[in-house]
């Protein structure tokens, strides 16, 4: 064996050792481990999402959100199905890994205005530690002008069909 | 290989041993200097009952910071009651401080048989820890004064059985 690639292999062998490690004693804090973004869809529906960091995951029915000026008010669907996890203590359990990403339908708010939304969530993180609830915002400019319609748009036609 | 590089090696895995271990120390085992406003807390059992964290001033004291809420917190206290029983008459007490509703810990109490008292902290509980060491305010957190009243150890997730009776023993 050549002496660089003998160096690469020993390098490679001891950052393979030593990652696990380092990956274990390194948990993220709650707002990068579940990062809540918010964009908006048109002037009455705002996409909310977190993007959950690997090794980490959310409990589905610890998700809530909420809008600054209280003054409008905020529809939250139904989240979609999680991971079903039989837990000892609380029986049926949902979580989600990766990401999650829910259409929030805003109604009496003012187009134009900037959006406050407050999104509270909980989860845990497979090296064995849990967070407490953890609220992050983000704030969205809802587009001003005419209220886009809500009838679902017409599937498109694509080459097959 | 040639000794230059196999020196070379040597010192590269030092480097990275150090790099992990001070990590390890930095982040999971950093112990603050005193335990007095732990020690100065009262909190209510399940009951309602204001226990006073100074009643056992002069044990060696381990406080698990959990809730049922965590997982990896219940997964881990059979063995906490396990500790209990084997080194409480030695001077050893575990006392659990729960960021969570007093009918869920009695609850879970009952079922594990829990053999030390858990107290309701609520989430402020978790805020306190994070004076102590706990800077990322995770669970489960647990820490171990000494008799005279000094942090010796303080560890985020769960501890190793093999690690808590290796820093008892030594106390005791």
Redesign the interface.
């Known amino acids: 064996m050549t ?1 660089p690639a ?2 690469v292999l ?2 490679a062998a ?2 393979a ?2 990652l696990p ?2 990956g274990q ?3 993220l ?2 707002d990068k481990a579940f990062l809540f973004s918010a964009k908006a869809l048109d002037a009455q529906t705002v996409e909310a999402r977190f993007t959950i960091a690997d090794g980490y995951y959310l ?1 589905r029915d610890k998700i809530r959100f909420a809008i600054d000026p209280a003054s409008g008010a905020l529809l939250t669907p139904a989240l979609p199905a999680g991971k079903i996890k039989q ?4 029986g049926r359990v949902e979580t989600y890994r990766g990401s999650v990403t829910v259409n929030l339908a805003v109604r009496n708010f003012t187009p134009g205005k900037p959006l406050v939304i407050h999104a509270e969530s ?1 989860g ?2 497979d ?7 953890t609220t992050q915002t983000a704030t969205v400019a809802l587009p001003a002008g005419s209220i886009v319609p809500s009838a679902p748009e017409a599937p498109k036609k694509t080459w097959f069909n | 290989m040639a000794p230059q590089l196999r020196s070379r090696v040597a010192i590269g895995a030092a480097a990275l041993l150090a790099l992990g271990a001070g990590i390890g120390l930095a982040l999971f085992d950093r112990a603050p200097a005193d335990a007095s406003a732990l020690l100065a807390l009262t909190l209510p059992d399940p009951s309602g009952h204001p226990q006073p964290l100074s009643q056992w001033q002069g044990k060696v004291l381990v406080v698990n910071f959990w809730a049922t809420w965590c997982g990896p917190c219940r997964e881990e206290m059979p063995d906490l009651v396990r500790a209990q029983k084997e080194y409480g008459a030695k001077g050893l007490q575990i006392v659990g401080i729960a960021a969570d509703d007093a009918d869920k810990v009695q609850q879970f109490a009952k079922e594990i048989q829990l053999n030390y008292p858990a107290l309701i902290g609520g989430y402020a509980a978790i805020d306190l820890s994070k004076d102590l060491g706990n800077s990322l305010v995770a669970l489960p957190f647990t820490l171990v004064v000494d008799r005279q009243g000094k942090v010796a150890y303080t560890h985020l997730g769960p501890v190793k059985p093999d690690k808590l009776r290796d820093v008892i023993t030594k106390l005791l």
């Open positions: 002496r003998a160096r020993a390098i001891l950052l050792l030593a490690a380092l004693v390194h948990p804090s709650p409990y837990d000892e203590f609380f909980q845990c993180a090296v064995g530690i849990c967070y407490p609830p």
